[in-house]
């Protein structure tokens, strides 16, 4: 079975930065996509970011534009999302997501097929 681990949430001050990563494992791990979603208490889990493995392409919710920056390791099968100017509002839960086909809805959190556990960002002001 395919598994997605994330890792680097933490508390950090607002203006700060992390780096988060999700490495992926299972021998019939083959993905199209790979990207992050959040969620805060009381708050639907909304998309955050997505890279095409392929092609590298990147997409961005507007919210974090300019501030996040998702990339990948293709050895590895690892995605990264390095996130500055961290502000309060960024603070939930993120999650790692993997699709096997391209999610030609990227926002869409019912065509990803993979989850990971979720990896705790606090930002404090």
């Known amino acids: 079975q395919v598994q997605l681990v994330e890792s680097g949430g933490g508390l950090v001050q607002a203006g700060g930065s992390l780096r988060l990563s999700c490495a992926a494992s299972?021998?019939?791990?083959?993905?199209?996509?790979m990207g992050w979603f959040r969620q805060a208490p009381g708050k639907e889990r909304e998309f955050v970011a997505v890279?095409?493995?392929?092609?590298?392409?990147?997409y961005y919710a507007d919210s974090v534009k300019g501030r996040f920056t998702i990339s990948r390791d293709n050895s590895g099968n690892t995605v990264y999302l390095q996130m500055n100017s961290l502000k309060p509002e960024d603070t939930a839960v993120y999650y790692c997501?993997?699709?096997?086909?391209?999610?030609?809805?990227?926002?869409?959190?019912?065509?990803?097929?993979?989850w990971g556990q979720g990896t705790q960002v606090t930002v404090s002001s």
């Open positions: 299972g021998r019939t791990f083959s993905s199209a996509a």
């Open positions: 890279i095409r493995w392929s092609s590298s392409d990147t």
């Open positions: 997501a993997a699709a096997r086909r391209w999610p030609y809805s990227r926002p869409d959190r019912n065509v990803y097929d993979y």
